[in-house]
């Protein structure tokens, strides 16, 4: 039942994830690269297994997004992560 809540909520973002991933490919940064969200998404979705309270969209998109904005630079990127998703959002 976890995992099949997992996979509806990737099928439904998609799109949010491939954007994430077609971005985080043009990171050069070895220590936040593509696998090391693709590491951090592994870890949040094992964290949520035993949380049954927490949003797991928000959780699993955010995972994905969450170093995005390191494409575009290093000092703050948290906040142009979040924006960049926010923008994305509105476009899908």
């Avoid at 973002?13 to 991933?21: H, Q």
């Avoid at 998404?41 to 035993?50: A, D």
């Avoid at 703050?76 to 994305?88: I, Q, V, W, Y």
Wanted: charged fraction near 30%; include cysteine.
């Amino acid at each position: 039942m976890f995992e099949e809540e997992i996979n509806l909520i990737i099928e439904k973002n998609k799109n949010l994830i491939d954007k994430a991933v077609e971005i985080m490919k043009q990171v050069n940064d070895p220590k936040h690269s593509l696998s090391h969200m693709e590491s951090v998404v592994k870890y949040t979705i094992e964290i949520l297994r035993h949380e049954e309270k927490a949003n797991k969209e928000v959780c699993i998109i955010s995972a994905y997004w969450h170093d995005v904005g390191r494409s575009i630079q290093k000092k703050d990127h948290a906040l142009l992560s979040a924006n960049m998703l926010k923008e994305e959002m509105t476009n899908f």
